[in-house]
């Protein structure tokens, strides 16, 4: 397989995972939104921080208020992670490898493309509105990923857009507990009351962990949950998952499994990452700190994608058939 096709298809399944996940984090605070008390101001600006968007949004706009937030993180083209943004580079990257990937994935990633091409920011300025079209969205996000898992041949096409999908999906499950902590950074004493298990719940909500954590715990406590979305190995958004499936990846991608040990450093990186996760219990997890915890996993995440570029999307073109062949991916990009 062309370097060039296995970066398409990575960056592809991470911009569509990246749109679902951006409609999923003004998700959370429509949820919040609705169930504060009256005297308590809706939390925008902690999505743009828990994101790293806010110095971005600074440049642009006065206010973190709703309307300018959901709009930057929605269909502002000048950032290169709004909704609109990211479904326009996952649907480029889709055009330039249609012969590799099925005919459905193209039809369903150009329809949602459409969808959102022609939809004007003002018809949204009604929260049920807003709240029905970022549900919509997430729902034609869902329905890609399965016209994905039951269109395409398990090869090394379908396990580059598996990694691309959980090393994404991991990063932004991590932001989503974040966004907790930025929410309640500047009024401690909310710790514990009624306000903070309602933004907990509003978390598990934002992922749709709600109905399965309620299956394994009774009660919702802070550190049950924490523990759920980090370490469940079963729970398709929980970090220990997504850093799991993203290694059998990596490892399918070489013909290898990770029990027979690394042979490059991307798996080294991601391997050592998943024990990490597997040898940590919750309250080690809270006695570093949650919010230290989870910007040591992010940066760890952002040095496997550093990894996986070097490996195999970073190469040198080919110079000459003398030269003899670089291996199994070939690089079209010019450094």
Known sequence: MLSRVANSIYWMNRYMERVENYARFV?????????????????????LIATADNFLFNQYYDSPSREDVVHFMAFDKRNPNSIVSCLSEARENARTI????????WESINTFYLMMRDTAPDDFRN??????FFEEIKRRCQLFHGVVDSTITRNEAWHFGRLGRHIERADKSSRFLDVKYFTLLQDTGTTGSTLDLMMWTAVLKSVSAYNMYRQTHRALTPMNIVAFLILDKLFPRALAYCVRQAELSLYAIEGAVPEKGYTNLAQKKLSKLRSEIDFTDVEDVFKSGLHQYLDQFQIKNNEVDNAIYDLYFGLKPVQSQSQGSMGQFQSQRMD
């Open 27 to 47: 998700g959370v605070n429509f949820s919040m939104a609705l169930d504060l008390p009256p005297d308590v101001d809706e939390q925008w600006e902690p999505l």
């Open 98 to 105: 249609r012969e590799t990937i099925s005919k459905e994935m």
């Open 127 to 132: 929260m049920d509105h807003m709240q029905a």
